[in-house]
């Protein structure tokens, strides 16, 4: 079984400060982690992902996250927001074969210039 | 084609009507997934074909919905007698096997009246 947590529905920062979405996740797996983006009336949009690799990710728009299994976390940074950064975001488990995706309920994430 | 498409973008359906949602994958991958999100929420997985063989339907709420993938490319999602709880969006998603990295559509809204 797996699960994830979000613990933030909702974060607003502002313009140029830094960004973090908290994620909690369980896995009976050595997990597969992503994090996605949906802008409104868009496809989900993968940012980036940890697969048992290296633990700090870079991915797309100057985001990364940091793999931590002992805190079961899988936090995503931004050191400086963009107003184009406001939208949904999920944090996914995977299965062991990579099949079975399970979103967390999503933190929407609000830029003030 | 370039991304995965979903048809139609919105529907409105009476309750007690069925509906039709289709979804064209990229083109080569093997994998294909339904998801529903409902408002506000993240999306909650419904079922996974892999060609045309259906892998895994637990995620379907009802024996209401029916999936189908006959030549292992496009796949449409069927609601019987729709109810009002089923207004949602309907996202379609493809893959290459076992990558974990999925394409999403931009999905169909479906509001029942």
């Known amino acids: 079984a797996q699960s994830v947590t979000q613990l933030d529905s909702h974060v607003s920062v502002s313009e140029g400060t830094p960004v973090l979405l908290r994620c909690n996740y369980s896995?009976?797996?050595?997990?597969?982690l992503f994090w996605y983006v949906q802008h409104p009336n868009k496809g989900l949009q993968l940012l980036l992902k940890?697969?048992?690799?290296?633990?700090l990710v870079k991915g797309i728009n100057g985001f990364e996250a940091e793999f931590k299994k002992s805190e079961t976390s899988f936090h995503l940074t931004k050191p400086s927001a963009h107003m184009s950064d406001a939208a949904e975001y999920f944090c996914?488990?995977?299965?062991?074969?990579?099949?079975?995706?399970?979103f967390g309920g999503g933190t929407r994430l609000m830029v003030k210039p | 084609g370039a991304g995965v498409s979903q048809s139609p973008r919105y529907k409105v359906a009476k309750r007690g009507q069925d509906v039709a949602l289709r979804c064209d994958p990229i083109?080569?991958?093997?994998?294909l997934f339904w998801y529903q999100q409902a408002l506000g929420q993240g999306p909650e997985f419904l079922t996974y074909?892999?060609?045309?063989?259906?892998?895994?339907k637990s995620g379907l709420p009802s024996d209401r919905f029916f999936a189908e993938r006959p030549e292992g490319s496009v796949s449409t999602l069927k609601i019987q007698r729709t109810q009002q709880e089923d207004s949602a969006v309907y996202l379609c998603?493809?893959?290459?096997?076992?990558?974990?990295?999925?394409?999403f559509g931009e999905g169909s809204r479906l509001t029942v009246l």
């Open positions: 074909f892999q060609n045309e063989a259906q892998l895994d």
């Open positions: 083109s080569g991958h093997v994998s």
């Open positions: 998603a493809s893959s290459r096997v076992g990558s974990g990295e999925l394409f």
């Open positions: 940890y697969t048992s690799a290296a633990t």
């Open positions: 896995s009976s797996y050595s997990p597969s």
């Open positions: 996914v488990v995977s299965d062991g074969a990579g099949n079975m995706l399970t």
